[in-house]
Structures are given as C-alpha cells and as structure tokens.
C-alpha cells in the first residue's frame, strides 16, 4: 500500500517538473518582430542634425506662385444664394376716369361713325323721298337703334328738314347731332353711386351674362374707383367659374384692392355678406361684388341672383347694381336687360366691346328699354379703357369729324 502511494506521488512530482519546463521554454520564445511603420506623409520633414551632409539640389524648373495650386484654388467654386423673398406685386397707379371718353374717342368714332356717316349721306340728297327716309330708317335699325326710338328720330328729322328748306353739311350735321343727343339724353344721371352721405362703405353689385367681360369688367371699375382716390374692397362671389375669383384678386392686386374670396362652388351670398362685412371693419370707400355670370334663361339661377342682393342688403342697401352687356349681341342683350331688371332692379348699364364691329345705337335702345342710363363703356382690351359714358363725346364719335 505504501508503495502504491510513493509511486503515485513520485508520479505527481515528475508531471509537476516536465510541466514548469514547457511554460519557461515557451517564455523564453522570442516573440514576432513589429511590422514595419509607414512613412507618416503629413508629418513635416525632420529637421537635418549637425554634421549631415547637405542634400544636393535637385535640377528641376521651379514654378511660379501663379502656377501653385494652392488649397481652396483651382476651378472657381459658385456659391448658390439663398433664392429671393417672393417680391409683392407692384401697386400702380391708373389714369384719371375724367376725361378718358374723349381720348379714346378715336377709337369710338373709327368703329361707330359708319352710322354718322350713312345718315349725313342719305340727308344730303337733292330730293329726299319716301325711298331715302326707307333708308334712313334701315341705317338706323340696321345700327341697332331700336324700333320706337328709330321712328321717333326719323318722324323728327322729316320735320325739321322740310322747314329748312335748303340743307348745308353743316346745318345737317348739326340737326342730326341734336336730334341723336335727345334719343342718347343729356339729362340722365350717369354717375357712378359709391359715396353715400351718411355711411360707409358704397356698395356695388355687379351683374350680367357669361361671356359679357363682367369679372374683368369689375376689375377695370376698381381701376377707375382707385384713380379717383377711393379706396376698394373686391368680393369674389362668382364661385361657379374656377378663374373668376383669382382672375378678380389679380386685378385687385394691380391696385392695391383687398379681395375676398370662398371655396370653389360655395355659396356667393355668403362671400358677398362676407366681403360687406369686411369693407365696414376696414373702412374703405366703395366694395363691389362680382356675381356669377347667370343666363338668364335659368329661374334657378336668376332666384339666386336675388337672394345674393338681399343677403348684402342686410348689411345696408346696395347703391348700384350695374348690368354689364356686351354691345355686339344687338337686341338680344335687351332681352338680357329686361330679365336683369325684373331681379335685382338694374340702376346702371356698362357696355363692353363697344369698339371693333360694334353697333352705337344699342346705347339708345337698351336706355328706351329700361329707361336705365348707360354708365360706363369699355373701349378696349386695356385695363384703362373702361370710361365713364359721356352723351356729348359718344354722339360726336357717332357723326365723325
């Protein structure tokens, strides 16, 4: 037994030695040399110690500080600027309305006086027989002067030459010139009603046709209000055409006229309320409100027109309602005038497009019609061709120089 033990601890002891003897040969095994350090490239070269040999200059042309890319130079680099603050459209300043009927009185009378012109004709004949007063008649039915008021001037004229006896062109340019200025009147009120005496703002309600120019024409009278030295706030309430209300804030924008506007399709008395509502709280002078171009072959839509006038009215009464028609649709735009009238109580007229082939004597018709004075007329496609109606300037564009 004793054996035993003695041979396993000799055992022991033998293992313990052979296993020191492989830990210390293993740390006495050199151990694998470092790789090689790389070239630091942006440390600066070492300085050059005393005794070094001086290193030989290297023959190589030397290059001028010009041709030295140095950091940051080469291709200029461009720097974007941060993109400009969207600049507000500039307000202008439009023309005065006074006067304006006479200087596009040329442009008038180029289109018009074809009606002058064939009158004086046909009354400058040697004998003036029932054929030549046919033709009168036709001239001036022809001109879209109407039936009654033709007939009354012509009825007039036969008196007045036959007590004349001989007829001059300018005793006949004369008597014709009178006689148109009757059937036009000079003593209807043709201005523009915004200043009423004991409140602000004025209010105007626009009305009239598709296709008649009554948005654009609403735009052109903020021009005309604003150069007169009113100041204007615009009421979109045509929300049926899509282009209408930014068509409307554009013409505002031009002369600095705040617009209100609603949603596409929304209620258009709701915004004319609305844009009353905020004329009183601004304080300006005049609002006018554009209304959806209605047919008036539509009740529904006529019904509608009505109730937008009654809505505005209960703020305070409308001082205008004007029915914008288009000269060159001849008497169909009585018939236009006359549906108008019978809704919302027309007090003014502007005629549009009464240059090109448009035929003058619709201003007498539609005033025999409705017995509603003609206002304003548009001359042109220019933002200041809209002008107050002046009977005198219009009959002489008429009979021509």
Same mark, same amino acid.
């Given at each position: 037994?004793?054996?035993? /033990?003695? %041979?396993?601890? /000799?055992?022991?002891?033998?293992?313990?030695?052979?296993?020191?003897?492989? /830990?210390?040969?293993?740390?006495?095994?050199?151990?694998?040399?470092?790789?090689?350090?790389?070239?630091?490239?942006?440390?600066?070269?070492?300085?050059?110690?005393?005794?070094?040999?001086?290193?030989?200059?290297?023959?190589?042309?030397?290059?001028?500080? &010009?041709?030295?890319?140095?950091?940051?130079? !080469?291709?200029?680099?461009?720097?974007? #600027?941060?993109?400009?603050?969207?600049?507000?459209?500039?307000?202008?300043?439009?023309?005065?309305?006074?006067?304006?009927?006479?200087? *596009?009185?040329?442009?008038?009378?180029?289109?018009?006086?074809?009606?002058?012109?064939?009158?004086?004709?046909?009354?400058?004949?040697?004998?003036? +027989?029932?054929?030549?007063? &046919?033709?009168?008649?036709?001239?001036?039915?022809?001109?879209?002067?109407?039936?009654?008021?033709?007939?009354?001037?012509?009825?007039?004229?036969? &008196?007045?030459?036959?007590?004349?006896?001989?007829?001059?062109?300018?005793?006949?340019?004369?008597?014709?010139?009178?006689?148109?200025? =009757?059937?036009?009147?000079? +003593?209807?009120?043709?201005?523009?009603?915004?200043?009423?005496?004991?409140?602000?703002?004025?209010?105007?309600?626009?009305?009239?046709?598709?296709?008649?120019?009554?948005?654009?024409?609403?735009?052109?009278?903020?021009?005309?209000?604003?150069?007169?030295?009113?100041?204007?706030?615009?009421?979109?309430?045509?929300?049926? $055409?899509?282009? %209408?209300?930014?068509?409307?804030?554009?013409?505002? #924008? $031009?002369?600095? %006229?705040?617009?209100?506007?609603?949603?596409?399709?929304?209620?258009?008395?709701?915004?004319?309320?609305?844009?009353?509502?905020?004329? =009183?709280?601004?304080?300006?002078?005049?609002?006018?409100?554009?209304?959806?171009?209605?047919?008036?072959?539509?009740?529904?839509?006529?019904? &509608?027109?009505?109730?937008?006038?009654?809505?505005?009215?209960?703020?305070?009464?409308? +001082? #205008?309602?004007?029915?914008?028609?288009?000269?060159?649709? !001849?008497?169909?735009?009585?018939?236009?005038?006359?549906?108008?009238?019978?809704?919302?109580?027309?007090?003014?007229?502007?005629?549009?497009? *009464?240059?090109?082939?448009?035929?003058?004597?619709?201003?007498?018709?539609?005033?025999?019609?409705?017995?509603?004075?003609?206002?304003? /007329? !548009?001359?042109?496609?220019?933002?200041?061709?809209?002008?107050?109606?002046?009977? #005198? %300037?219009?009959?002489?564009?008429?009979?021509? +120089?």
């Amino acid at each position: 037994m004793e054996t035993i /033990i003695l %041979a396993v601890v /000799i055992a022991v002891v033998v293992l313990g030695a052979l296993g020191g003897l492989l /830990i210390t040969s293993r740390l006495k095994k050199p151990l694998p040399p470092p790789p090689p350090s790389k070239p630091d490239l942006t440390a600066p070269p070492a300085e050059p110690h005393v005794g070094d040999e001086a290193e030989t200059p290297r023959d190589e042309q030397r290059r001028t500080i &010009e041709e030295v890319d140095l950091p940051g130079g !080469g291709a200029p680099t461009t720097v974007e #600027e941060p993109p400009a603050a969207e600049k507000a459209p500039e307000i202008e300043i439009p023309e005065p309305s006074a006067g304006r009927l006479i200087r *596009l009185r040329t442009r008038l009378s180029r289109s018009q006086n074809a009606l002058g012109k064939g009158l004086l004709t046909l009354l400058s004949r040697e004998h003036l +027989d029932e054929d030549t007063w &046919e033709e009168i008649e036709d001239t001036l039915l022809t001109a879209d002067v109407g039936v009654q008021p033709t007939q009354e001037l012509v009825e007039r004229l036969r &008196e007045r030459v036959k007590v004349l006896g001989t007829r001059t062109p300018e005793e006949l340019r004369g008597l014709l010139r009178e006689e148109l200025l =009757k059937l036009v009147g000079t +003593d209807m009120d043709r201005e523009v009603k915004t200043e009423p005496e004991s409140r602000k703002p004025g209010i105007v309600m626009v009305v009239g046709v598709n296709g008649t120019g009554k948005t654009t024409t609403t735009g052109k009278l903020a021009r005309v209000l604003v150069a007169d030295g009113r100041t204007v706030v615009l009421g979109a309430a045509d929300t049926f $055409r899509a282009a %209408a209300a930014d068509q409307l804030q554009t013409w505002g #924008e $031009r002369v600095g %006229a705040y617009t209100v506007r609603g949603p596409e399709a929304g209620d258009p008395a709701s915004v004319a309320y609305d844009a009353v509502k905020e004329g =009183k709280e601004m304080g300006v002078d005049v609002v006018l409100i554009d209304t959806a171009g209605r047919l008036h072959t539509k009740t529904g839509l006529m019904d &509608e027109l009505g109730k937008v006038k009654r809505v505005v009215e209960k703020h305070a009464p409308l +001082d #205008e309602v004007l029915l914008v028609l288009d000269a060159t649709t !001849g008497q169909n735009g009585l018939v236009q005038a006359r549906v108008f009238s019978e809704v919302v109580d027309i007090t003014g007229i502007v005629l549009t497009k *009464l240059d090109g082939t448009a035929k003058g004597g619709i201003v007498i018709a539609v005033q025999n019609e409705l017995g509603v004075p003609v206002k304003l /007329i !548009g001359l042109g496609e220019g933002p200041d061709d809209l002008a107050p109606f002046d009977p #005198e %300037a219009f009959v002489d564009a008429l009979l021509g +120089d």
